[in-house]
C-alpha cells in the first residue's frame, strides 16, 4: 500500500455516554489483514414516524476503546495515527483507492451507505477513535457504514473492542446537524471477528 499524506486531527465531539452492552464484530479489511473495522448499522428510534436520515451529508461518528485498545497503543506507539507504521494503515483506510477504504467496503446481506471518508481522528489521549463520513446517500436508513481502523486480534494480542460508552452519533446537512443517537443496541464490538453490526438509532433534530 501507498502511504499518502496524514489526515487532518479535528477536535472531538463529545456526545452522551451509554453503558456497554452485549458484543458484536467486524472483519479485517481486504488489503491488511492485521487491522479491520466494525460496522454501524442505522435505525430511527420508535417515536419517529419517518427517516431522520434523509438529507444527510455528512455523519460524525466517534467510538471509544476499551482497555485492550488502550494497552495495546501504549505499548505499541508505532502503530497510533501518527506513527511510524500506523500513519500507513490510518491513510488506507480513508484511500478510496486502497482495498482498505471504510466507504468501499460492503456488507453481503445489508445495504451500504454511499459515501467517502472525510477524516480519520485518532484520540487517543481521550481513548477516542473518530471517523467522520460525506454521505451522498438519499437516505441513510437500515443502511451499514463501516468504522476503523482496529488492530485486530493477532496484532493486539487480546479482544479489541471499541464501544458508544463514552461515543456520539450525529448527522449533519450543511452546516446543520439534523440528527442524532438516542439508543444503541449491541454497543460493542470487537475487530476482526464476524458479528452483527452496532445499531444506531437516532432521533431528528428539525422540527415539525
Known sequence: ?????????????????LWVAAATGCQ??????DHGYVKLIFQRVVSEDAS???????????????????????????????????????ASFADPESDDDLCSQ??????????????????IEDGRLRVVYDISDSDMQGKVLFFGPLPCEKLAGCRPIV????????????????WHHETVENPQAAACEPGAPIEINSASDVGP
Open 163 to 178: 464501544s458508544m460508552t463514552g461515543g456520539s452519533a450525529l448527522g449533519r446537512s450543511g452546516q446543520t446537524q439534523i
Open 106 to 123: 460492503k456488507d453481503p446481506g445489508r445495504a451500504t451507505a454511499e459515501c467517502t471518508v472525510a477524516s480519520i481522528d485518532q484520540r
Open 28 to 33: 479485517g479489511g481486504e488489503g491488511d489483514p
Open 52 to 90: 431522520p436520515y434523509t438529507g444527510t451529508t455528512q455523519a460524525d461518528i466517534q467510538l471509544s476503546y476499551e482497555s485492550c485498545l488502550l494497552d495495546f497503543y501504549a505499548a505499541n506507539p508505532n502503530w497510533l495515527q501518527d506513527g511510524v507504521d500506523g500513519a500507513e494503515v490510518f
Open 1 to 17: 500500500m501507498l502511504a499518502r499524506p496524514m489526515l487532518r486531527r479535528s477536535v472531538a465531539f463529545l456526545g452522551p455516554a
